[in-house]
Structure formats: C-alpha cells, structure tokens
C-alpha cells in the first residue's frame, strides 16, 4: 500500500468516507497549513482525539508552564478533502470538507508550533455491496431523517450532502453511524470495520436499541 507524509488534524469526533466535515480555523498551527494544502488540492488526515483537546493548552501541571496538555489520537482516522475555503478577517479561516480514504498512522511527530505530521498507509475503499432486503428500510428511515431535516434548514447546515448512495451498505451504514448518539469509541470502532454488511448490521442493532427498527428485520 502506498505511504504518505500529511499534516493531521486532530478532532473529538470521527471523520468517515463520505462524510461532511464544516470547520471554523483560527488557532495559528492549522492557518498556514489549511491555507497551503487548499492551495495545492491536498488533503489534510483527520484523526480522533483519545486525550488532549482541539485546542492547544498549556500545562499548568508542569514545573514552569512551558509544556502543553499531552495530545493522544487514535491510529486509524480519514483524509479531509477541502470543498471550499473561506477568509473571514485576519486568523480566521471557515471550511467545508468531506471525507476521503481511510489511513493507519505509521509514525507521527508534533513540530515546535504545534502541527502534528504523520506517515500514513492508505486502506482500502470499501467494496461495494449493495444493501440487503432486509435492511432496505434503514435506507427509508436515513431518508425520512434527511426530508424532515431539510426543512427550513440551508443546505451547507445538512449533516451529510450529496452524492447519496441509499442503496449502498457502506455508505449507508457510514451516514448511519454520524448521526446515531455514540460514543467516539463506538464511532471510531464503526469506521475502522472493513466490513460494510457487517457495518450496517451493527448500525441496525443501534436503531433496534432506540426503538427504531428497520421494518423487514
């Protein structure tokens, strides 16, 4: 598989295939870098914080307050494809990304400001597979969700865009698996399944357990 060496972006949510990613940039670390990977069409890896926040803190533990809040991410995130990028005033950037290929962090590295840089294995897309009769109707409730939403609601505000692949496990269960109340444990054990069906299966359990159970199961 081929390897490469991005700058990450490290968030207390999941990023999956497909999904839609709005962001508001101000801290000094991720100006330049969003500005130049826009600049050159690259993508920047999006990685779910286990410890540490999005935003960069001193340590007020530490003997002299020079050292920041430790920062710990998991190994397997999702490359951020930037749609469009917006200045509004001097330090602040917003953006609208959506998510590409899935990666596994090889090594990474924080540099002096604060960026973390990581080497990178892309993983495999997944293989389509078409969803099962009996759970045609998750596809039905997603859609129903998105009608009610669309309401009254500005299309960049949606959760997930289009193109939609309804008929599609793993696009489906990916959409399934942003909008369901989850842990990012839970969110990031989803995303890192290789396996859409099996996916989309365990996103049925989720809606079983809400009372929201696809009608064919």
């Not at 609601?153 to 990916?174: E, I, K, M, R, T």
Request: hydrophobic share 40%; aromatic share 8%; glycine share 8%.
């Amino acid at each position: 598989m081929s390897t490469a060496t991005i700058p990450l972006f490290p968030l207390q949510s999941v990023l999956f295939p497909g999904g839609y990613l709005p962001l508001r940039i101000f801290e000094p670390r991720y100006l330049d870098m969003i500005a130049r990977q826009h600049k050159a069409a690259q993508p920047f890896g999006v990685v779910s914080l286990i410890e540490g926040g999005e935003l960069r803190r001193r340590d007020e533990a530490s003997g002299d307050g020079a050292g920041f809040v430790r920062e710990r991410f998991q190994d397997i995130g999702t490359l951020a494809h930037i749609d469009w990028l917006e200045s509004q005033g001097p330090g602040l950037l917003q953006i609208r990304c959506h998510g590409g290929q899935r990666f596994r962090l090889l090594r990474s590295e924080c540099l002096p400001h604060g960026l973390w840089m990581g080497e990178i294995e892309l993983l495999p897309d997944d293989v389509a597979v078409a969803v099962p009769a009996d759970l045609a109707p998750a596809a039905v409730l997603l859609q129903t969700l998105l009608h009610n939403l669309e309401q009254g609601a500005a299309a960049v505000d949606l959760p997930f865009q289009p193109p939609y692949q309804w008929q599609d496990s793993g696009w489906l269960s990916n959409r399934w698996s942003e909008m369901l109340p989850l842990a990012d444990a839970e969110r990031q054990r989803l995303m890192q399944l290789d396996n859409p069906l099996l996916r989309l299966e365990l996103v049925a359990d989720q809606l079983d357990r809400l009372g929201l159970p696809p009608q064919g199961r």
